[in-house]
């Protein structure tokens, strides 16, 4: 996904666990860490576009690299006195929990990851998402918004960046469902027009969940 959703996706974990100790600062670090992932985009500088295909989340989208760096980032973030009061086990639940939302978000997108280096460079992808769909973003916007800033200071203060969590986590499971209708439904036409194929890829285009196309 791009690194807005990315960012506010991690926020919004960011404020879910550390938002009643620390405030807004939660969010801020939340939506930092679950973008360190895409830093291997620096890697362009060295590499052309086409290595890059190959390159790009690979490791630092893999789930080794959430557990690792998990205890990295965790352990750094023990040592700054604004997470003085929260316990190692707590900072090491947020931020696995920042990385590993990242990669596997990006996994429903076309483009995959590779999540399971060093072990495996087989890429996984759903293919039920764009990388940018504001259908998914925007309640993750708003739900965060209204969590950290209009009702701040209300004790309840939690319960929007949820709501925001819950929207865009059932529109991710329905991009799933509706992968398989169009799947079907361009199947049954594969069908009726008598073309075989080895095998058959369905991803959305353009907006939201709407426009699809299907290579045979």
């Avoid at 500088?45 to 789930?63: A, C, P, T, V, W």
């Avoid at 999540?115 to 259908?135: A, H, M």
Wanted: some cysteine; aromatic content about 14%.
């Amino acid at each position: 996904m791009d690194s807005i959703t990315q960012g506010v996706l991690g926020a919004a974990i960011g404020e879910a666990f550390l938002g009643k100790k620390i405030g807004n600062k939660g969010a801020i670090i939340g939506a930092i860490v679950a973008t360190i992932p895409d830093l291997d985009v620096v890697l362009y500088l060295f590499y052309d576009k086409f290595e890059m295909l190959s390159i790009h989340r690979g490791f630092s989208h893999s789930i080794a690299f959430s557990f690792l760096g998990a205890f990295i980032i965790a352990f750094i973030l023990s040592k700054i006195k604004w997470f003085e009061r929260i316990t190692l086990k707590l900072l090491l639940l947020f931020t696995w929990l920042c990385l590993f939302t990242h990669i596997l978000l990006d996994a429903f997108t076309a483009y995959g990851t590779q999540l399971f280096l060093p072990f495996s460079d087989k890429r996984l992808g759903f293919d039920s998402i764009n990388v940018v769909d504001p259908i998914y973003t925007i309640p993750l916007i708003v739900g965060l918004f209204l969590s950290i800033w209009i009702y701040r200071t209300n004790d309840k203060r939690s319960k929007f960046k949820k709501y925001g969590l819950i929207i865009s986590s059932l529109y991710l499971i329905f991009t799933l469902v509706n992968k398989e209708i169009v799947k079907t439904k361009v199947e049954t036409r594969l069908a009726d027009q008598n073309i075989e194929y080895n095998s058959l890829l369905t991803m959305p285009v353009g907006i939201a969940n709407i426009n699809w196309y299907g290579v045979a």
